[in-house]
């Protein structure tokens, strides 16, 4: 079970290897999606996997903070049906799905899409108007010497309370 160094090792990645991604790595990948848990096992989500060129040069053309989609071999729309709790739901498929591709030697980036890039990156996959397009995750190979922003994390002190809001007493984790 190594989980903690999967979860303390990934980091965001925004370039990738031009590899394509086998079949085998991929459909791991979607498994992880599909095992998240979800409120009542709704299992709200729907899957639309890119992996056109012309395509993924689109919607990187259209995510304004997701232009290396453009450069990604593949990439994964999380489409969602009308979940009881569609944050925490999407939420946890978008992370067992990043938390796979890196354990694989791939690298993931989430990326915000606003209403007006949801409704066009919608058109592009037609996916239905009724349904919700969380985000578009593209994978690929990350280059040994891939470019991360965000290694630094606040302390646990910062973030933990014991046994009422505001106690800081010091922590024992
Ligand atoms: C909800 C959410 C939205 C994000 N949106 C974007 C985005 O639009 N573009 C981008 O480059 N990174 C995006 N990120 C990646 C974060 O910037 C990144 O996870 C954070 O800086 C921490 O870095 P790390 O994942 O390497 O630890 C997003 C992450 C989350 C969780």
Redesign the pocket.
């Known amino acids: 079970m190594e989980v903690y160094e999967a979860l303390r090792t990934?980091?965001?990645?925004?370039q990738f290897k031009p590899d394509p991604v086998p079949d085998e790595a991929l459909n791991k990948v979607l498994q992880a999606a599909r095992w998240a848990p979800s409120s009542r096992n709704e299992q709200p989500w729907r899957l639309v996997v890119v992996r056109d060129r012309e395509k993924l040069r689109a919607i990187g053309e259209t995510?304004r903070?997701?232009g290396?989609i453009a450069d990604a071999p593949v990439a994964v729309a999380l489409v969602m049906d009308h979940a009881d709790q569609p944050r925490m739901d999407g939420?946890r498929a978008?992370q067992q799905m990043e938390l796979m591709a890196w354990s694989e030697g791939m690298g993931t980036?989430?990326?915000?899409?606003p209403p007006d890039q949801e409704s066009r990156i919608k058109e592009l996959l037609d996916i239905p108007p009724d349904l919700d397009l969380v985000?578009v995750l593209p994978f690929g190979y990350r280059p040994d010497d891939f470019r991360?922003?965000?290694?630094p994390?606040k302390p646990l002190a910062e973030m933990v309370h014991f046994e009422r809001f505001g106690n800081r007493a010091p922590s024992r984790v």
């Open positions: 990934r980091r965001t990645v925004r995510a903070t997701g290396f939420g978008l980036c989430f990326v915000t899409l985000t991360s922003r965000g290694v994390r």
